[in-house]
């Protein structure tokens, strides 16, 4: 632990604060006042084994633990009829499944486990620390949800009710299956090869029962691994000759078949080799690779799946006879609804009353409110920051946020995927080798027939694509491990191959490079009376009630210059414009240049905000949304690996340009709409240029489905982390390099195993052609290039970041 | 080496046997969550209250 970082989650520590919590008898500093709470309770619990055994750093803890939105969610969620959506009720227990936002390794787990079931009426809590869901069972008479849910976001961990029908169900099956297909082939396997070992080494001093008792027992044993375990194998080969596009299941399918019966045909009649063995091996390592990259693949799927947060179950409709709080569902368009401030929109509709500040970050990912009143459109998913409002339904069901996903998933599904290198080599190389095996058949059937069947077989078994099919999927398998192990989760396997070819990285600004909250960045001041921390003092005291980024940034800079804050009378809100109140009997106004203007005719300075008296302006603020620590880092490096750069951004063009300057990224593109950005991103690729785009918010989507390859962020919206090709886990950029890294060398390892297994298949074809290959030797072969095929892919993982 | 004629039957039984707690384990779930549990002996079911904190 460095003296300047936070025991809790490792962050730097700011200047001048002082924060210990004693933690394994020592006093640890802490970053914040959220660490430092979350801390306090861990220990008080008795539960500091989870810093002793923890092998990933917690998260930061920003703001407020438990934000006052969060509690009304949660407190929704003890409504019955609610519950019903999420909950199965067993007896006097409830039990539901929830999504955990925030864990980062098996430590959690158990802390999270540990705690609740300290908490009066859980019955059982478990949580699956690779999939982040927590089985929770309750008494709801001694408890209630939100009690529970309060107490775990007190700990640092967000729980949400997850909807478990989504997708787990038939991937759990399917790795129950593919779990019990390798077992299967991996034990009758290992029996196969004992036996085969004795055939081999003891075959001459063997008497001939022996020999053939072995021979049936190994056909006992493959008849499994042949029958039941390489069942997806020909499932998939059968599938893909049906599409025309003959896939490395083919080969594969051809070659275990025809083994399996020619061996079998061996055995029975007592005559020429078996391959036994070979093909239980050869089953056993295409099922693992598979395996492997089915459980990758879907670890990316359920870390974003679990980020979906929930739409409010429940409005407030307002009748005649006043206001009523119902579910959604039963929502009509052309009802008319009350949205508190703080509150989420469950539905699009129509602003018929009020004016209000919102958050339409959902959408577009910038937080920065935006000013809605009488007749503008409100969509599903947007914040209402201020001011109550009253909103008529427009739409219920096919909602903004529901179009835009359904339209994403079109996107995804009618992309077309760039045919694999691989795939296509392994189709011709298929399609020769069934060529060249008929022509050795017919050629060897005038001349030997007695030899012809073991000749052909041995050229199938020799030129077996074994090595050829493992080549890429190992690659790929062990790319897309490296690229988590580095905090980059990859949702196609396409993805290695899309990143090693990159011209040019796009940058999203706001939540990407940036954080995507303001702070102030320069207070000047107009007036001799007052100085940066007087000015500061009075904007907060304006500002405190406040719910806006804006006034945070106020508030947030004030403290951070040790402002006194005072207290603030008679404050009027104009809602988009500004504040004005009373301060020690002299009334002030701090708003935007227009909202200053009104109230002292004449020009203003230009600055975001400004503070005015009765008289004159006093001071002017600026904001700045800072970069990320590591942003120039990336760019640095990005200009080593010979990618260039480019920033895209809904924001003005000044502050896109601004912060393009500060971290030396060539291009700077502001003031785009969504389909602005998907533009630019089309131009660049017909000028031949591959792009990489990062972003995080909806508007973002598109363009993150048309650029070559694309990552979101992990704190992004759900919709950019679906249009994604990978998930961006943590706050640093980095991990970005270390993929463009890991796709290049993926990429290599796969081009030299594709020239091992080709060369090797090219060099032993004749031979066996011509009947000159003994069969052991042509297994050997298909062994030993498979082993080396395998072993180069596990180079991958050993990349350094 | 007659032997091998009662060995290697034996041998298979076990191999079945083998399979079938493995089918039993996955179906049960035991392969769901391979990173918790391989942790869960490090932790201490109580932490001894050493310093007189407030449980």
């Not at chain 1, 920003?62 to 519950?83: H, N, S, T, Y």
């Not at chain 1, 020909?234 to 000759?241: E, R």
């Not at chain 1, 003994?774 to 892919?793: K, Q, R």
């Amino acid at each position: 632990m460095s003296q300047g970082s936070c025991f809790h989650c490792h962050e730097p520590i700011p200047d001048g604060l002082e924060l210990t919590v004693e933690i394994l008898n020592k006093p640890r500093s802490m970053c914040c006042l959220g660490c430092h709470a979350v801390a306090e309770s861990i220990v008080e619990a008795g539960l500091t084994d989870y810093y002793k055994h923890r092998t990933d750093v917690a998260g930061k803890i920003e703001g407020d633990l438990v934000p006052d939105a969060l509690k009304l969610q949660f407190e929704r969620l003890d409504m019955a009829e609610i519950q019903d959506e999420f909950c199965t009720t067993e007896g006097n227990s409830k039990e539901a499944l929830l999504s955990l936002d925030g864990v980062r390794c098996a430590a959690c787990a158990w802390l999270i486990e540990k705690h609740l079931s300290r908490q009066a009426g859980v019955v059982r809590a478990t949580v699956n620390s690779s999939t982040h869901r927590l089985l929770l069972r309750w008494d709801p008479a001694q408890a209630a949800l939100s009690k529970l849910l309060k107490s775990l976001a007190e700990l640092g961990y967000q729980a949400l009710p997850y909807d478990k029908e989504v997708e787990d169900k038939s991937y759990q099956d399917k790795k129950q299956s593919f779990l019990i297909r390798i077992g299967v082939s991996a034990l009758a396997s290992m029996q196969v090869m004992m036996f085969a070992v004795a055939l081999y080494f003891g075959v001459f001093d063997m008497e001939p029962h022996q020999q053939s008792y072995l021979r049936w027992v190994s056909l006992l044993m493959a008849t499994p691994v042949i029958c039941y375990a390489a069942w997806p194998f020909y499932l998939s080969a059968i599938t893909s000759i049906k599409a025309r596009h003959p896939n490395m299941d083919v080969p594969v399918s051809i070659a275990l078949i025809l083994a399996f019966i020619a061996s079998s045909y061996a055995t029975i009649y007592q005559t020429g080799e078996v391959y036994f063995e070979s093909i239980s091996m050869f089953t056993f390592f295409l099922l693992l690779g598979r395996y492997a990259e089915l459980v990758a693949r879907h670890r990316g799927n359920a870390r974003s799946a679990n980020a979906v947060k929930l739409l409010p179950a429940v409005v407030h409709r307002l009748t005649e006879y006043g206001v009523e709080t119902v579910p959604v569902k039963q929502i009509l368009a052309g009802q008319r609804l009350l949205l508190k401030p703080g509150e989420t929109l469950a539905v699009d509709g129509v602003i018929v009353k009020g004016a209000s500040h919102v958050d339409l970050s959902v959408l577009t990912g910038e937080h920065e409110p935006i000013a809605k009143t009488v007749g503008d459109t409100v969509f599903a998913g947007v914040i209402n920051q201020e001011q109550p409002l009253e909103i008529e339904v427009t739409e219920v069901k096919d909602t903004m946020v529901a179009s835009i996903v359904r339209m994403q998933e079109q996107a995804l599904a009618s992309r077309a995927k760039p045919v694999q290198f691989a795939d296509k080599v392994a189709r011709y190389f298929v399609i020769a080798l069934l060529i060249v095996a008929s022509a050795t058949a017919t050629f060897w059937y005038f001349n030997r027939p007695e030899d012809a069947l073991w000749i052909t077989l041995a050229v199938l078994v020799a030129t077996c694509p074994c090595a050829l099919s493992l080549a890429t999927p190992t690659a790929i398998t062990a790319g897309i491990s490296r690229l988590g192990a580095s905090g980059v989760i990859a949702k196609t396997a396409d993805l290695l191959d899309q990143l090693a070819s990159i011209d040019r990285i796009a940058f999203d600004k706001t939540g990407t490079l940036t954080h995507g909250t303001l702070s102030v960045n320069d207070v000047a001041c107009y007036s001799d009376d007052i100085d940066t921390q007087q000015a500061l003092a009075l904007a907060a005291s304006l500002e405190a009630g406040a719910n806006h980024p804006l006034a945070d940034a106020i508030v947030n800079a004030a403290a951070a210059n040790q402002s006194r804050v005072l207290v603030a009378n008679n404050i009027q809100l104009m809602s988009g414009f500004g504040v004005c109140g009373e301060v020690n009997g002299q009334r002030f106004y701090l708003g935007s240049p227009q909202y200053i203007e009104q109230q002292h005719a004449g020009a203003a300075p230009s600055h975001r905000v400004l503070l005015a008296n009765e008289q004159q302006v006093l001071a002017g603020f600026d904001f700045i949304d800072p970069p990320r620590s590591d942003a120039a880092q990336l760019i640095k490096q990005l200009q080593q690996l010979g990618v260039s750069t480019a920033v895209v951004s809904g924001d003005q063009q000044t502050h896109t340009a601004t912060l393009a300057d500060k971290l030396a990224i060539s291009d700077a593109v502001g003031n785009c709409t969504p389909e602005d950005k998907l533009a630019w991103v089309q131009q660049k690729q017909a000028n031949g240029e591959a792009v990489l785009m990062v972003g995080d918010g909806i508007n973002d989507g598109p363009v993150l489905s048309q650029a070559n390859a694309s990552i979101a962020i992990s704190t992004g919206t759900d919709i950019a982390k679906r249009s994604a090709d990978a998930v961006l886990l943590g706050s640093k950029l980095i991990p970005i390099a270390t993929a463009i890294r890991v796709g290049q060398q993926t990429k290599r390892i796969i081009r030299q195993n594709l020239a091992w297994a080709l060369g090797y298949n090219l060099v032993v074809l004749p031979l066996a052609v011509s009947g000159m290959l003994p069969p052991y030797i042509a297994v050997i072969g298909m062994s030993a290039s498979s082993l080396i095929v395998v072993v180069n892919a596990m180079r991958i993982e050993r990349l350094k970041s | 080496m007659a032997i091998i004629y009662v060995l290697i039957p034996i041998a298979i039984l076990f191999i079945c046997v083998a399979i079938g707690v493995f089918v039993w384990a996955v179906k049960s779930n035991q392969f769901d969550d391979l990173e918790r549990h391989g942790t869960s002996v490090l932790f201490d079911d109580d932490e001894p209250d050493d310093k007189g904190q407030a449980k």
